[in-house]
T-cell receptor
Framework: DAGVTQSPTHLIKTRGQQVTLRCSPKSGHDTVSWYQQALGQGPQFIFQYYEEEERQRGNFPDRFSGHQFPNYSSELNVNALLLGDSALYLC??????????????FGSGTRLTVV | DAKTTQPNSMESNEEEPVHLPCNHSTISGTDYIHWYRQLPSQGPEYVIH???SNVNNRMASLAIAEDRKSSTLILHRATLRDAAVYYC???????????FGTGTRLTIIP
């Protein structure tokens, strides 16, 4: 049973560019959350998607946006990249929408480096 | 969001039990206690969660104080693969987002 799949695993972008990160949730999961993890810190919640709508949002600027598709997969977009956006971006899926919550399943993340 | 307090680091000998403490004195009645761990170069991994009663699963046990202001994650027999950062998190299922702190870095001594 495949877990959460994220792509790409690594990428390097230049300041001011835009980036799109992708996430496929675990089979049977319908809710996707995104987290940003800076080096040496715990993950910080960016936003959560359920039924193709943003359900919750953390304290991140509008440069961070997302989307969820009918197949539950999700994208995270970051515009006008800053050096401070360099981090590990984690996707987590869960199935609270179906009432079968048994923890979030995290992917291994995308390591974004902004130069 | 209610906060949790954990020791920055702990060490334990291999094949011995490990008790990881967490204080959450401002927990609300609807907050669940979650534990996740993060191995090097990986995303966090769900360990266990509970509300009021002690919980057991194949990975660990969660002991919750009667007043719910503290909890303890118990690894019954530590292995080298258990070396990780362990996060204790409060989450209201109606809210569902996870607010991570800095966690406890567990080192297992062979």
């Amino acid at each position: 049973d495949a877990g959460v799949t994220q792509s790409p695993t690594h990428l390097i972008k230049t300041r001011g560019q835009q980036v799109t990160l992708r996430c496929s949730p675990k089979s049977g999961h319908d809710t996707v959350s995104w987290y940003q993890q800076a080096l040496g810190q715990g993950p910080q919640f960016i936003f959560q998607y359920y039924e193709e709508e943003e359900r919750q949002r953390g304290n991140f600027p509008d440069r961070f946006s997302g989307h969820q598709f009918p197949n539950y997969s999700s994208e995270l977009n970051v515009n006008a990249l800053l050096l401070g956006d360099s981090a590990l971006y984690l996707c987590a899926s869960s199935a609270p929408g179906t009432g079968k919550f048994n923890g979030y399943t995290f992917g291994s993340g995308t390591r974004l480096t902004v130069v | 969001d209610a906060k949790t307090t954990q020791p920055n680091s702990m060490e334990s000998n291999e094949e011995e039990p490990v008790h990881l403490p967490c204080n959450h004195s401002t927990i609300s009645g609807t907050d669940y206690i979650h534990w996740y761990r993060q191995l090097p170069s990986q995303g966090p991994e769900y360990v266990i969660h509970g509300l009021t009663s002690n919980v057991n699963n194949r990975m660990a046990s969660l002991a919750i104080a009667e007043d719910r202001k503290s909890s303890t994650l118990i690894l019954h027999r530590a292995t080298l693969r258990d070396a990780a950062v362990y996060y204790c998190i409060l989450s209201n299922f109606g809210n569902e987002k996870l607010t991570f702190g800095t966690g406890t870095r567990l080192t297992i001594i062979p």
